[in-house]
């Protein structure tokens, strides 16, 4: 759910914005993505960037069922994003593998 491209990880965002504008900021690119994959369901930049996304709510998220979820989906996205491009890369520029280290 967040763009392919550029999206929901863009460094100094939050810095910009306060944490409830970039949470909604962050939901929206998420859906954008999520419409890109309903369509295209190899598209390895939208399934990394909704898992980007996703991870990103998760460290934001008080609510720890609702933190559960998020990193539950990311990982699940990401490993797609994997399994169609090993080289896939989050719109931070930084390879997909990666982010589920995090």
Same mark, same amino acid.
């Given at each position: 759910?967040?763009?392919?491209?550029?999206? =929901?990880?863009?460094?100094?965002?939050? %810095?910009? @914005?306060?944490? $409830? *504008?970039?949470? !909604?900021?962050? /939901?929206?690119?998420?859906?954008? =993505? !999520? @419409?890109?994959?309903? %369509?295209? +369901?190899?598209? $390895?930049?939208?399934?990394?960037?909704?898992?980007?996304? &996703?991870?990103? &709510?998760? &460290? @934001?998220? $008080?609510?720890? +069922?609702?933190?559960? !979820?998020?990193?539950? $989906?990311?990982? *699940?996205?990401?490993?797609?994003? /994997?399994?169609?491009?090993?080289?896939?890369?989050? +719109?931070?520029? *930084?390879?997909? /593998?990666?982010?589920?280290?995090?």
């Amino acid at each position: 759910k967040a763009r392919a491209g550029r999206g =929901c990880c863009a460094s100094g965002a939050m %810095a910009q @914005m306060g944490q $409830d *504008e970039f949470v !909604e900021m962050v /939901i929206s690119q998420n859906q954008q =993505c !999520e @419409m890109v994959v309903a %369509a295209r +369901p190899r598209n $390895d930049a939208a399934l990394s960037a909704w898992g980007a996304g &996703l991870l990103q &709510l998760a &460290l @934001m998220c $008080d609510d720890v +069922p609702k933190k559960k !979820e998020y990193l539950r $989906d990311s990982r *699940e996205k990401l490993n797609k994003a /994997i399994k169609v491009n090993a080289d896939a890369v989050t +719109p931070d520029g *930084e390879r997909t /593998i990666f982010q589920l280290v995090n």
